[in-house]
């Protein structure tokens, strides 16, 4: 399978909000007002495009010197498993090589943990820290 990836630069909502869906993480789509605004916000966007169809996305944060956060790393149920993901994260790693810090946050499952350990990431508890967080939704 052949895919185009590119920088993501105008924000369509009718190809974005069916992604979200399409990997169940609808906090997202019920405001979509906010995720516009993260995505006007973002510091890097790329897409993945298969025949022209979106197929998957990266979009990072942070200030690109000292920290970067791979706040979603999202592809279409179909199309996972056949490298897309991957090389949406080597792009933004590319990109970004010289950053101090590299950070994401997802879903505590195998198959998540080995693909992030596969292109060299470590978890917190490796490096006898912790990550917090604190959600401010109403």
């Given amino acids: 399978m052949e895919y185009n990836i590119t920088e993501y630069m105008d924000y369509n909502e009718q190809e974005i909000l069916p992604l979200y869906e ?11 007002k906010m995720l516009q605004e993260a995505y006007l916000h973002s510091l890097k966007i790329y897409a993945a495009y298969v025949e022209n169809k979106l197929a998957g996305i990266i979009r ?66 490796d490096i006898d820290c912790r990550a917090f967080s604190k959600y401010c939704v109403d």
């Fill in 22 to 32: 399409s990997v169940g993480w609808v906090s997202y789509t019920k405001r979509p």
């Fill in 60 to 125: 990072v944060v942070g200030d690109g010197s000292s920290v970067v956060f791979v706040q979603d790393l999202l592809v279409y149920p179909e199309y996972q498993r056949q490298g897309i993901g991957t090389a949406l994260l080597k792009r933004i790693m590319e990109d970004y090589r010289g950053v101090y810090q590299l950070h994401l946050l997802t879903e505590n499952t195998e198959k998540t943990i080995a693909f992030y350990k596969s292109l060299g990431f470590i978890m917190d508890t």
